[in-house]
């Protein structure tokens, strides 16, 4: 039986950027499993009677938590290629993901909030722009204003997984695995809502996350991006 993946979208329901959402997504095509992507809007959530996505449903289990997640998936599906690569690579992904958020997350979750804001139905941008400005204490043009002017700084942020990705494929090493998946969710979310250039062309990084959107026959560079579907 197929599991199905809710998914964050935007106006255009094939729009779908959220970094969380994308983690889950390329874990469930890793393990080569059969899923089905339901579109939800920010306001829509809360009806499926949760905070956050994305949510899985596989069977009568229901699963949240891109991590939480990723793990009931290796523990359920363990004779599939695995996410982590055992405890130690779970433990290892735990803390890529709290640096992801805190160095890279904190970045673009600003700059981007009016690209992420124009993708939106009506009702979810007003939603999306209440609680974000609560959260960043400015309104959502202000904080992306001072965001962009950190892209230099991620930059400079982003060089220990530069001098990693110039001796190994994938930060998982020979093979891609959810720590991966965590870092290029962050991009595919900027790729997804804005043209704006994150990477530099040729930047190992730039290199890494390309490889990364061809996995899985392109899953991630077919995404509908917010620039065409308008
Ligand atoms: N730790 C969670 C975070 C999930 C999360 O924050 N999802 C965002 C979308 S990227 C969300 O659903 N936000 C709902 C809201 O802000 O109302 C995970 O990894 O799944």
């Given amino acids: 039986?197929?599991?199905?993946?809710?998914?964050?979208?935007?106006?255009?329901?094939?729009?779908?950027?959220?970094?969380?959402?994308?983690?889950?997504?390329?874990?469930?095509?890793h393990k080569g499993l059969?899923?089905?992507?339901?579109?939800?809007?920010?306001?829509?959530?809360?009806?499926?009677?949760?905070?956050?996505?994305p949510v899985i449903r596989d069977g009568d289990r229901t699963v949240a938590?891109?991590?939480?997640?990723?793990?009931?998936?290796?523990?359920?599906?363990?004779?599939?290629?695995?996410?982590?690569?055992?405890?130690g690579g779970q433990g290892a992904?735990?803390?890529?993901?709290?640096?992801?958020?805190?160095?890279?997350?904190?970045?673009?979750?600003?700059?981007l909030l009016p690209d992420i804001n124009s993708c939106l139905a009506p009702q979810d941008q007003a939603y999306?722009?209440?609680?974000?400005?609560?959260?960043?204490?400015?309104?959502?043009?202000?904080v992306s204003e001072a965001g962009l002017k950190l892209l230099p700084g991620l930059h400079d942020a982003l060089a220990p997984l530069r001098i990693t990705l110039e001796t190994q494929p994938f930060i998982g090493g020979g093979r891609p695995l959810f720590c991966d998946y965590i870092v290029a969710g962050a991009f595919q979310w900027a790729r997804v809502v804005?043209?704006?250039?994150?990477?530099?062309?040729?930047?190992?990084?730039e290199v890494w996350f390309a490889r990364m959107l061809d996995l899985y026959e392109g899953l991630g560079r077919k995404a509908a991006t917010a620039a065409a579907a308008a």
Wanted: proline share 5%; glycine share 8%; hydrophobic share 40%.
């Fill in 1 to 29: 039986m197929s599991i199905t993946v809710y998914e964050l979208a935007g106006a255009d329901g094939r729009v779908r950027f959220s970094p969380h959402c994308w983690k889950t997504v390329w874990s469930l095509a």
């Fill in 34 to 53: 059969d899923f089905e992507r339901v579109p939800v809007p920010f306001t829509g959530i809360a009806e499926l009677g949760f905070k956050t996505l």
């Fill in 65 to 87: 938590d891109s991590f939480d997640i990723a793990a009931y998936l290796d523990d359920r599906y363990a004779d599939r290629p695995s996410l982590f690569g055992g405890e």
């Fill in 93 to 111: 992904a735990r803390f890529i993901e709290r640096w992801t958020i805190l160095t890279v997350h904190s970045i673009l979750g600003r700059a």
């Fill in 128 to 142: 999306f722009r209440r609680t974000r400005e609560a959260r960043f204490g400015g309104t959502i043009e202000a």
């Fill in 194 to 205: 804005s043209a704006r250039e994150i990477l530099p062309v040729g930047d190992p990084v």
